[in-house]
């Protein structure tokens, strides 16, 4: 069973900085698109970025275009998402997926593997 594990989520001040990881095993991330979702109180989830399984493709939500990078470590087995310039409106709980059939998609229901979430707060 295709496992995925978030990490690095926590309190930061607005402004702050943050680096998400996603780590897989029994899986190859490189075999599978990896998208980051996040999902806020009262909120739906809203997709946040992707990348390709290549690397060479990827894409953001607009509310994090030019704020986020995603990026992946093959040899690490690991996808990363660099979020910098936090808002209060970033506060979230954040999710890594795998998408195993290539769609290069923010939809959610494109995504077969899910991770278990890390917390996000941008607060002072």
């Known amino acids: 069973q295709l496992q995925l594990v978030e990490s690095g989520g926590g309190l930061v001040q607005p402004g702050g900085s943050l680096r998400l990881s996603c780590a897989a095993s029994r899986f190859t991330l490189n075999a599978a698109v990896i998208g980051w979702f996040r999902q806020a109180p009262g909120k739906e989830r809203e997709g946040v970025s992707y990348?390709?399984?290549?690397?060479?493709?990827?894409n953001y939500a607009g509310s994090v275009k030019g704020r986020f990078t995603i990026s992946r470590d093959n040899a690490k087995n690991t996808v990363y998402l660099q979020m910098n310039s936090l808002k209060p409106e970033d506060t979230a709980v954040y999710y890594c997926a795998a998408n195993v059939i290539g769609a290069l998609s923010l939809r959610g229901s494109f995504y077969n593997y899910w991770g278990q979430g890390t917390q996000v707060t941008v607060s002072s």
């Open positions: 990348i390709s399984s290549s690397g060479s493709t990827t």
